[in-house]
């Protein structure tokens, strides 16, 4: 057996590495965001402004953010919940519920609309019962919140589960043998370890949410200054061959969703730093 020198690695050495990840980054993250903000610059500053704050592109952006939150709120909350059951207990048909977690992945996110859509209607199967009791889904920020937890509910089972399974089980046995309750055992010996992927989980739900386009674009029935999602703006000053103010748009969109994306980004280490100072303690 062949056995690796002290200072040998398998990979190359960190020079390689480093130029092929910098490149790697700039052609497929840092260039086409590059371009997005010269074809912004085309505009003059008045022009500029008068298209980022125009009141419907205000809304769109006020609409994509609420509800891309809201669901990734719901989905904090729920995904873990599902992680929860998936690592905790057995029962019947738990591997098909497994599966079933990935399938916004693989759907393709149109297909998803339409069936929200054609489900959530007012003649449709869930819509025809909530619609004598005055609940509209359908055309409604309540639709498009639905789509987007649909879509985002992978990120924070999937970023959790992993967490879970690798929890060691003598804490929870030591408390159970100290006399603790449950909800104070859950609440100060496991849900530590799990803010840090609960964050991650949200962020990424979160950020997803934000751009998505197919699901909702269907669901939302896209009237201005309502329903009109700031992706849908976007792709309709494409339409309309104003490049420039679509660019102009989504760099706005773009700055909004990484200053937020930096925030979580802090809290996250934050936590991840108290976790480690409370176990070193």
Same mark, same amino acid.
């Given at each position: !057996?062949?056995?690796?020198r002290?200072?040998?690695?398998?990979l190359?050495?960190? #020079?390689?590495?480093?130029? =092929?990840?910098?490149?790697?980054?700039?052609?497929?993250?840092?260039?086409?965001?590059?371009?997005?903000? +010269?074809?912004?610059? %085309?505009?003059?500053?008045?022009?500029?402004?008068?298209?980022?704050? %125009?009141?419907?592109?205000?809304?769109s *952006?006020?609409?994509?953010?609420?509800?891309? =939150?809201?669901?990734?709120?719901?989905?904090?909350?729920?995904?873990?919940?599902?992680?929860?059951?998936?690592?905790?207990?057995?029962?019947?048909?738990?591997?098909?519920?497994?599966?079933?977690?990935?399938?916004p992945?693989?759907?393709?996110?149109?297909?998803?609309?339409?069936?929200?859509?054609?489900?959530?209607?007012?003649?449709?199967?869930?819509g #025809?019962?909530?619609?004598?009791?005055?609940?509209?889904?359908? *055309?409604?920020? +309540?639709?498009?919140?639905?789509?987007?937890? =649909? +879509?985002?509910?992978?990120?924070?089972?999937?970023?959790?589960?992993?967490?879970?399974?690798d929890?060691?089980? %003598?804490?929870?046995?030591?408390?159970? !043998?100290?006399? #603790?309750?449950?909800?104070?055992?859950?609440?100060?010996?496991?849900?530590?370890?799990?803010?840090?992927?609960?964050?991650?989980? =949200?962020?990424?739900?979160?950020?997803?949410?934000?751009?998505?386009?197919?699901?909702?674009?269907?669901?939302?029935?896209?009237?201005?200054?309502?329903?009109? +999602?700031?992706?849908?703006?976007?792709?309709?000053?494409?339409?309309?061959?104003?490049?420039?103010?679509?660019?102009?748009?989504?760099?706005?969109?773009?700055?909004?969703?990484?200053?937020?994306?930096?925030?979580?980004?802090?809290?996250?280490?934050?936590?991840?730093?108290?976790?480690?100072?409370?176990?070193?303690?």
């Open positions: !057996m062949i056995r690796l002290k200072n040998e690695r398998i190359p050495g960190f #020079s390689l590495t480093l130029g =092929f990840t910098v490149l790697y980054l700039s052609l497929i993250v840092l260039l086409p965001l590059a371009a997005l903000a +010269i074809k912004s610059a %085309d505009l003059s500053l008045a022009q500029w402004w008068n298209t980022v704050s %125009d009141p419907r592109v205000v809304a *952006y006020r609409l994509s953010l609420t509800t891309a =939150f809201i669901a990734a709120l719901v989905n904090f909350v729920f995904g873990l919940l599902l992680a929860w059951v998936l690592v905790r207990y057995e029962f019947p048909g738990k591997r098909i519920i497994d599966g079933l977690i990935d399938l992945f693989a759907l393709p996110t149109a297909v998803a609309g339409i069936a929200l859509t054609t489900i959530y209607a007012p003649k449709g199967w869930i #025809s019962l909530l619609e004598p009791l005055g609940v509209k889904v359908a *055309y409604t920020p +309540i639709g498009i919140t639905i789509a987007l937890i =649909f +879509i985002g509910i992978p990120f924070v089972v999937r970023t959790v589960q992993p967490v879970l399974q929890l060691e089980a %003598d804490m929870e046995e030591a408390a159970v !043998m100290l006399g #603790s309750y449950r909800f104070r055992i859950f609440r100060k010996v496991i849900l530590p370890d799990l803010i840090p992927p609960l964050l991650t989980g =949200f962020a990424l739900a979160f950020a997803r949410g934000i751009g998505e386009y197919g699901s909702v674009v269907f669901i939302s029935g896209n009237m201005p200054m309502k329903t009109e +999602i700031a992706p849908l703006l976007i792709i309709t000053k494409l339409e309309q061959y104003q490049y420039a103010q679509a660019a102009a748009i989504a760099v706005v969109l773009l700055l909004i969703s990484f200053a937020l994306l930096l925030v979580i980004n802090i809290l996250q280490r934050w936590s991840n730093r108290r976790l480690r100072a409370v176990k070193g303690g």
